[in-house]
C-alpha cells in the first residue's frame, strides 16, 4: 500500500520505517528540514535499537522517502499522524497544535476514499472533532493508537501486543479494511484487533499509560514507607508480584518514571477529566504524579545526609541521565532532574551517560560532562546511579572503590546488590530497601 506517516519523531520515523520493512511503499514528512535531512541519508536522528538497520533497508529498497512537502503524501491510501502532544507550555493540559496543523495541511492533498490513522496520544473528543474537518474531502478517520516503549519500539512496532482501531460508525467496515490491508502480516499472526469506537480508543491508550504511572507510583509509595520501617521493597514487590493479578512487571520502585509520555498523559488525563467536570474521577493521578516527583528529592536528600546537610562543592558522580536505559531521551528524565538539582545545591556534579550526554548537554550546559564512566568516578566523593544502564549494573564493587575518594553509593535504580557493595568496603543506600 501507499502510506505516509505525518511527524517523524521517534513515534512516526520508527512507524514509517516499520511499515516500509512489512512492505508498504511510505513517505515520512516532517516540518523539521535537519531532521528530514538526516532521515532521508539513513542516518536516526535518537538512539534506538534496530531503528537505523529498518531505516537503511528502507531506502535501499526504494519504499522509504522523507519529505517536508505535504504533497508528497498526496498518492497515499493511508496517512498516519505520529505528530507529539507536548504538555502545554500554560498548563497541565495535552498541546495539539502539531496534529491540528498536520490535519490542516493534509487536508488539502486528500483524495476521496483515503483514510487518516491518528496515532498519537490525544485528550478525548479529538478524534471526533478533526473527523468534521476532514468529512467535506471526502477521506475518512480513524483512532489507531500506537502502544510503543522507547528501546523496543521496532519490535513493539511490527509485533505489537494488540491493535486498536477507533473508527466512525458510519465508515465502520471500509475503514476497518483499509486498516487490515496495512497490518496484514501482523494479524496473520493472530495478534488480537480491537474495533471500538474514537472516544474509546483515545482513552484506551491514556488510561494505560495512567495505569502503568500508577503502578510505579504505587510501589514507590511502599518504598517510602519501607523506609521508615526498616523493609525492603523489592523483596515486597517480588513477594506481591507473584500474584499473577498483581504481576511483578513495572514494580521496580527507584527514582521514578519520566520520558516523553507517562508524565504527560497523567497530567493531560487530569485536565481532560476537569473539563469535563469529572476531575474527582482522576484526582488520584495528581498524587501519582507528586509521589513520582517526590523520589527524584529523595536521592538528593540522601546524597546530601550523606556529607553531613551540604554537598557544596562535593564530587557527586551521577550515572545516568537518559529517562531509561538503551534510550537518549532526557524529556522529563529524573536522572537529569537529580543531576540538575545537586548542582542547584552547590555539588560539583560529574556526569556520565552512554547515549544521553549530547541532549543534556544541549538543554543543561552548566553541568560537567565526563567523556567515560572511568572519568565520572575518579575522584568522586559520591556516586549515584539513576539510570540503569547495563554498565553500571555491572559495574565491580571493588574496582570501583579504587577509583573513588570516598565509597559513598545511592542506588536510584535498585539493581545493585547491596550485600556485594557493602562487603566491598562501601556505604550503600537503595531506594526503599
Ligand atoms: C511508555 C509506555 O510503556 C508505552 O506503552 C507508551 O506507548 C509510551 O510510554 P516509555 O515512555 O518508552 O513507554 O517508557 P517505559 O518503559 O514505560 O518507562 C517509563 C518510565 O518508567 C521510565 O522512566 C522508567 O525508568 C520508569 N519505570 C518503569 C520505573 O521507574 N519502574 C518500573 O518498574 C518501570
Known amino acids: 500500500m501507499q502510506l505516509s506517516v505525518i511527524g517523524c519523531g521517534y513515534l512516526g520515523a520508527v512507524h514509517a520505517a516499520s511499515m516500509a520493512s512489512l512492505g508498504h511503499t511510505v ?26 538497520e529498518i531505516l537503511q533497508a528502507g531506502i535501499d529498497s526504494g519504499r522509504l522517502t522523507f519529505s517536508t512537502d505535504f504533497a508528497a503524501a498526496a498518492d497515499a491510501d493511508v496517512h ?54 476532514v468529512a467535506p474531502t471526502g477521506a475518512h478517520l480513524a483512532w ?23 473508527v466512525a460508525d ?35 491508550k491514556i488510561s494505560a499509560n495512567s495505569f502503568l504511572a500508577t503502578k510505579i507510583s504505587f510501589i514507590n509509595a511502599m518504598a517510602e514507607i519501607a523506609e521508615v520501617t526498616g523493609a525492603d521493597v523489592t523483596q515486597l514487590a517480588d513477594a506481591i508480584g507473584y500474584d499473577a493479578r498483581i504481576g511483578r512487571k513495572f514494580l521496580n520502585a527507584g527514582v521514578g518514571f519520566g520520558g516523553g509520555c507517562l508524565p504527560k498523559d497523567i497530567r493531560a488525563f487530569t485536565a481532560r477529566a476537569e473539563e469535563l467536570g469529572k476531575g474527582d474521577s ?31 562543592g562535593k564530587r557527586v558522580a551521577v550515572l545516568g541521565l537518559a529517562f531509561k536505559p538503551d534510550s537518549d531521551d532526557i524529556r522529563d528524565s529524573p536522572a ?28 543543561h550546559p552548566q553541568l560537567s560532562y565526563a567523556d567515560s564512566l572511568d572519568a565520572a568516578l575518579e575522584g568522586s566523593e559520591a556516586v549515584a546511579v539513576v539510570t540503569e544502564w547495563k554498565q553500571f549494573r555491572e559495574l565491580d564493587p571493588a574496582e570501583t572503590a579504587a577509583k573513588v575518594a570516598r565509597p559513598v553509593i545511592f542506588d536510584g535504580r535498585n539493581v545493585l ?14 531506594m526503599g530497601r
Open 27 to 52: 513517505v515520512g514528512i516532517d516540518v523539521d528540514e535537519a531532521k528530514i535531512a538526516k532521515l532521508s541519508q539513513g542516518v536516526a536522528p535518537f538512539h534506538e535499537p534496530g531503528f537505523t
Open 80 to 133: 498516519f499522524i505520529g505528530v507529539g502532544t507536548p504538555q502545554r507550555k500554560d498548563g497541565q493540559g495535552a498541546d495539539l497544535t502539531y496534529v491540528d496543523a498536520s490535519v490542516a495541511s493534509l487536508v488539502p492533498h486528500l483524495k476521496a476514499g483515503s483514510l487518516i490513522a491518528g496515532k498519537s496520544t490525544v485528550p478525548v473528543g479529538t478524534a471526533a472533532r478533526l473527523a468534521e474537518i
Open 144 to 166: 489507531n493508537p500506537e502502544f510503543l516503549r522507547e528501546g523496543f519500539a521496532v519490535k513493539d512496532t511490527v509485533d505489537p501486543d494488540r491493535l486498536v482501531y477507533g
Open 170 to 204: 458510519a465508515t465502520r467496515d471500509e475503514d476497518v479494511a483499509t486498516l487490515d490491508a496495512v497490518y496484514a502480516s501482523i494479524l496473520e499472526r493472530e495478534t488480537p484487533r480491537l474495533v471500538m469506537d474514537y472516544a474509546t480508543a483515545e482513552l484506551v
Open 282 to 312: 482522576l484526582a488520584f493521578l495528581k498524587e501519582i504524579d507528586e509521589i513520582n516527583l517526590r523520589r527524584r528529592q529523595r536521592v538528593v536528600d540522601l546524597v546530601v545526609d550523606s556529607f553531613d546537610g551540604s554537598v557544596f
Open 336 to 363: 537529569l532532574d537529580v543531576a540538575v538539582r545537586l548542582k542547584g545545591l552547590g555539588a560539583e556534579v560529574v556526569a556520565y551517560d552512554p547515549e544521553a550526554i549530547e541532549n543534556a548537554r544541549r538543554l
Open 417 to 430: 546488590d547491596p550485600a556485594a557493595w557493602r562487603a566491598a568496603g562501601w556505604t550503600y543506600a537503595g
